[in-house]
């Protein structure tokens, strides 16, 4: 029987990493490694294939099927707190402007302007759409009369992991869903 792996591009072929307890190491976005690196971990035993998928790659010696699903040897423990980086910030926000709910046109906005002191911390800094923040200008959303829909907060790792949860990459192999949905409720 014919199976689409067989004729993916390699490229199209990105290994899910797990952690060593068998958990995602991310979902914000989804830890996923391309084709080389997952093989190149193999070989040097850095990680055990849990699944993979029909296509090989070929050299002039051998032929390896590639990993879909792995997992690290060694636990790698995730820090409490995620790096200030756009990405997070609008994930953090479910990606929409804290001012009027858009969803387009994101970018970011100091709460207490520059220019007022304020700093660039998880605390003062939102997700805002293009025109809420020229609107807003160089005031804070009480001069400017735009109360936030949400006050910014730091988030810890597992926030954000589970606002990932509500952003499912666009690609997800079916090998995957086993170890992406495991805390979901099962069907009767």
Partial sequence: MFHPDLIRHPDSCPALVLNADYTPLSYYPLSVWPWQTAVKAVFLDRVDIVAHY????RSPTAKVKLPS?????????????PAFTRFNLFLRDRFSCQYCGSHRDLTFDHVIPRAQGGRTTWENVVTACAPCNLRKGGRTPRQAGMPLHVEPI???NWHLQEHGRSFPPNYLHETWHDWLYWDVELEA
Avoid: G, Y
């Fill in 54 to 57: 029909e296509r090989e790659v």
């Fill in 69 to 81: 699903v792995i997992a690290l040897k060694q636990f790698v423990k995730p820090s409490q707190f």
């Fill in 154 to 156: 730091r988030p810890t």
